[in-house]
């Protein structure tokens, strides 16, 4: 792919208030928790994760949540949860849409801190509640993992980036406690790849990055590792970054994307196609890969 036809070299210096706000909290109240749950989407494992986060959870137990299992692709995904199992992570695979693997999540934190309370007790003290931290970028499915494991609406869900602003309690049950952060990114984002990975599945909003530019990136690696998958889609067997015209007629005129006197809307099929991948209509699919 050549970056600078799409890319141009992008860096993304896109970091909110709240954002700050959070980690300066997060590290206020490290201490108060006994697990962290650090969730990434599946089908951008590497990108989705937050790169610094070793600097705000030291050195506590962690379970990564991959979220979307159904969406992603499996014979990728089975390369990433052993890269990162080999990193010491306990990794979980789960379908929120669907309701899959969530309870894994409780049992894979009952046996990581089944010490903590028999030292506790050793101490003389009550048993307590274990308290988990829960934290991911933007729009990676937090709220609605929260809300599958407390089984009812617990936070607050949207499909755009920024909608928890503040770190707030929420009891999943008698046995677990859980702290929801907002949704954070690292200050600069100076890798293109990862930087159009985040914006084509909604980590970053939309007005950081031209839709075209996101756009035209899905198409290029959907050409390049899922061609099968567009073609079937958008029945485009040729698609050349350099000349990107062609093939958005095509989509334009197969999929109604068109202007008043039948010219092609070119703003409309920018968002079809990022609609269309993350609503996996462009099938199974990831696009980190395991180096």
């Known amino acids: 792919m050549n970056e600078n036809n799409v890319l141009n070299k992008s860096v993304i210096n896109w970091y909110p208030g709240h954002m700050a706000k959070a980690r300066r909290q997060i590290k206020e109240n490290i201490n108060m928790v006994d697990i962290i749950y650090e969730v990434v989407d599946a089908r951008i494992p590497f990108s989705s994760k937050i790169k610094d986060i070793d600097d705000l959870i030291e050195n506590k137990p962690r379970i990564m949540i991959m979220t979307k299992s159904d969406l992603c692709d499996d014979e990728k995904t089975k390369k990433w949860i052993n890269y990162y199992e080999n990193k010491n992570y306990h990794v979980v695979m789960v379908d929120l849409i669907n309701n899959k693997g969530v309870n894994k999540i409780l049992d894979e934190t009952n046996i990581l801190l089944s010490n903590l309370n028999e030292k506790r007790k050793e101490k003389g003290l009550k048993k307590r509640a274990y308290r988990a931290l829960i934290i991911g ?137 990022i609609k269309d991948l993350r609503e996996g209509k462009l099938g199974k699919i990831t696009f980190d890969e395991v180096n």
């Open 137 to 273: 970028i933007p729009n990676v499915g937090k709220s609605t993992l929260i809300n599958r494991l407390v089984g009812k609406k617990a936070a607050i869900t949207g499909n755009k980036p920024g909608v928890t602003k503040k770190l707030s309690w929420i009891r999943i049950n008698k046995d677990v406690e859980l702290l929801d952060t907002p949704g954070i990114l690292w200050p600069k984002i100076d890798n293109s790849n990862q930087a159009y990975n985040l914006a084509a599945f909604s980590a970053i909003k939309e007005e950081i990055l031209p839709l075209g530019k996101v756009a035209c990136y899905i198409l290029d690696v959907m050409n390049q590792k899922y061609k099968q998958n567009i073609v079937k889609r958008y029945d485009i067997n040729n698609f050349n970054i350099d000349d990107v015209m062609p093939t958005y007629d095509i989509i334009g005129k197969k999929r109604g994307c068109l202007l008043s006197g039948g010219k092609i809307d070119y703003d409309k099929v920018s968002s079809l196609i």
